[in-house]
């Protein structure tokens, strides 16, 4: 840590100073115990034993006078450069502190560089970790609160477009502004379908809110996934002849056991495949395929229709995001299936991630066979 000029002529003076202290102090007690020795008090040479301690250590001093001055030069030096090395243990403290006040004070990216030794080091490199770390848990609160918003933003947007048609197409009824009752009729109608949707975005909400916390409690029930996967197909076969798109279930392993919540795992594939149906338009075919890896089911939802950008498969599993916005209003998907789908999974102790190239496009998921006991 480089010291600034004033800091290097405290520690000049601060040598200064005690070589001049030491100094002083040893020429006193030199001069002090000479003039003992030379005119003892008179009662001194009455006790024998201290005075022949005293007359000894003067022997001492005469006989080893060169010894004795090189060590107390030897013990000035020690002692002043221990002073020295605490007085610089303090400036480095001092600097260390400076640092700190400049990060408080808002500058969260600035980061305390020093090439320092022992234990100083490890405090640096504790503040720096601790100053990371704070950084880190703000950036994920200010994201949580963003995200918070965004929650808003998107439910009230999503709840107010059709709420606004709701209160449109009943307000001509309730002005009377229609000519036959084949408008009343149509009116209604269309009122009707855009409650539905509201209700489909809420009842997705209360599920994605519900998955999201850890101690949701599932009901694990042994099935086999074979069984359970076809079933599984067979509610999305008219669905998928209209949409001229074949469902395949392909067990690799069978028959494959699992422990697992029935009607959250029945979401996850529900999911899966409706958004397989609904944003794989032009595709043939959708596969189910199944295999044991260990004390893992790996289990992949391909579908051959058009390529996912690179840039969004991160972020498929974001709650309310949707490749192409238009699809949101050709579809009229809430957004949230595959946020859901994730937070379920994730509660089974396993994981989902998806892949896309211009052949197929899949969503992989690796569920454990058996739950361990919390």
């Given at each position: 840590m480089k010291l600034t000029r004033k800091e290097l002529g405290e520690l000049i003076f601060e040598?200064?100073?005690?070589?001049?202290?030491?100094?002083?102090?040893?020429?006193?007690?030199?001069?002090?115990?000479?003039?003992?020795?030379?005119?003892?008090?008179?009662?001194?040479?009455?006790?024998?034993?201290?005075?022949?301690?005293?007359?000894?250590?003067?022997?001492?001093?005469?006989?080893?006078?060169?010894?004795?001055?090189?060590?107390?030069?030897?013990?000035?030096?020690?002692?002043?450069?221990?002073?020295?090395?605490r007085r610089y243990k303090q400036m480095q403290l001092r600097h260390i502190l400076d640092e700190l006040h400049y990060i408080a004070s808002g500058n969260f990216d600035h980061r305390i560089e020093?090439?320092?030794?022992?234990?100083?080091?490890?405090?640096?490199?504790?503040?720096?970790?601790?100053?990371?770390?704070?950084?880190?848990?703000?950036?994920?609160?200010?994201?949580?609160?963003?995200?918070?918003?965004?929650?808003?933003?998107?439910?009230?947007?999503?709840?107010?477009?059709?709420?606004?048609?709701?209160?449109?197409?009943?307000?001509?009824?309730?002005?009377?502004?229609?000519?036959t009752f084949e408008d009343v009729e149509r009116y209604i109608h269309i009122a009707y379908v855009k409650a539905l949707q509201m209700k489909v975005l809420v009842d997705d909400l209360f599920e994605y809110t519900k998955v999201r916390q850890t101690s949701t409690p599932l009901n694990y029930t042994r099935i086999n996934l074979g069984n359970f996967l076809e079933q599984m197909a067979a509610e999305f076969e008219l669905e998928s002849a209209k949409q001229e798109m074949a469902i395949e279930v392909i067990m690799e392993s069978e028959p494959l056991m699992i422990e697992a919540d029935v009607d959250k795992i029945a979401r996850v594939f529900s999911n899966l495949i409706s958004n397989a149906l609904k944003?794989?338009?032009?595709?043939?075919?959708?596969?189910?395929?199944?295999?044991?890896?260990?004390?893992?089911?790996?289990?992949?939802?391909?579908?051959?229709?058009?390529?996912?950008?690179?840039?969004?498969?991160e972020e498929l599993f974001g709650r309310f995001y949707r490749v192409e916005s238009s699809r949101s209003h050709q579809t009229g998907g809430t957004g949230l299936g595959l946020a859901i789908a994730q937070s379920i999974v994730a509660l089974h102790g396993g994981y989902i991630y998806a892949e896309s190239n211009e052949n197929e496009t899949k969503f992989v998921m690796r569920l454990p066979l058996e739950q361990t006991p919390n």
């Open positions: 040598a200064i100073v005690t070589m001049t202290i030491m100094y002083f102090l040893l020429m006193g007690f030199y001069l002090i115990f000479n003039q003992i020795v030379q005119s003892p008090p008179e009662f001194l040479p009455q006790i024998n034993s201290l005075w022949d301690v005293i007359l000894f250590i003067d022997f001492i001093v005469i006989e080893y006078k060169f010894i004795i001055l090189v060590s107390a030069l030897l013990f000035s030096v020690f002692f002043t450069w221990w002073r020295l090395f020093a090439d320092l030794n022992g234990d100083m080091n490890d405090v640096v490199n504790s503040i720096n970790t601790l100053v990371e770390s704070t950084v880190e848990a703000m950036e994920e609160e200010r994201k949580i609160e963003q995200s918070k918003d965004e929650l808003i933003t998107n439910v009230s947007h999503d709840i107010r477009t059709p709420l606004t048609s709701i209160i449109g197409y009943l307000g001509l009824i309730e002005d009377k502004q229609y000519s944003y794989g338009k032009g595709g043939s075919w959708i596969k189910i395929v199944v295999d044991k890896v260990g004390s893992e089911a790996l289990i992949s939802v391909k579908n051959n229709g058009p390529k996912i950008p690179e840039e969004a498969l």
